[in-house]
């Protein structure tokens, strides 16, 4: 089974990941951990774009794989890929709700996280709601080609 799971932040990917993972008993991987550098000083540095792909490359070739993120644009050949594509979409209250309680909770080290800072907080409570404006029109048009895979 090969599943994509894409949505904004704070739309509930990593928790489905994680629940179909369990019951599924299939590899979840992190599009974040493919796309950002964690060894990096600073928050926000990109990892570069072949190491990147070349990572997304590894995992497209396993038998199983359950993918979530929100990007789109460098993981077109994961929806062509996969056997089911799940978009998340919810309201605005609740991502953001779910942002800033995640935000607190790492700065609490009651979860594992990155070094966000207010704001990079700030930042991505602004970017998520750009997200859900253009991104996920765009998203939803590019899926348009696999009908019979999406769910929303």
């Keep these: 089974m090969k599943i994509h799971i894409i949505g ?13 993972s369990k019951q599924l008993g299939v ?3 992190d599009l974040d951990e493919l796309q950002w550098d964690n060894a990096a000083n600073g928050y926000g540095t ?7 792909d070349a990572l997304l490359g590894q995992i497209l070739e396993q038998e ?9 644009a460098w993981c077109l050949q994961c929806f062509e890929d ?3 594509i799940y978009v998340l979409n919810v309201p605005r209250r609740t991502y953001r709700y779910r942002i800033i309680r995640r935000f607190v909770r790492r700065k609490l080290g009651l979860e594992k996280g990155k070094k966000e800072t207010l704001k990079s907080l700030r930042d991505l409570l602004n970017w998520a ?6 991104n996920l029109v765009e998203i939803r048009k590019i899926l348009e080609e696999y009908p019979d895979k999406v769910l929303s």
Excluded: F
């Excluded at 990109?46 to 990147?52: G, H, L, T, V």
């Design 8 to 20: 904004g932040p704070g739309s509930g990917k990593t928790v489905l990941a994680e629940t179909l």
């Design 27 to 29: 590899a979840h991987y």
């Design 46 to 52: 990109k990892r570069d774009p072949k190491e990147r």
């Design 82 to 84: 996969a056997d089911r």
């Design 64 to 72: 199983d794989w359950i993918i979530e993120g929100v990007y789109y």
């Design 129 to 134: 709601d750009r997200y859900q404006e253009k």
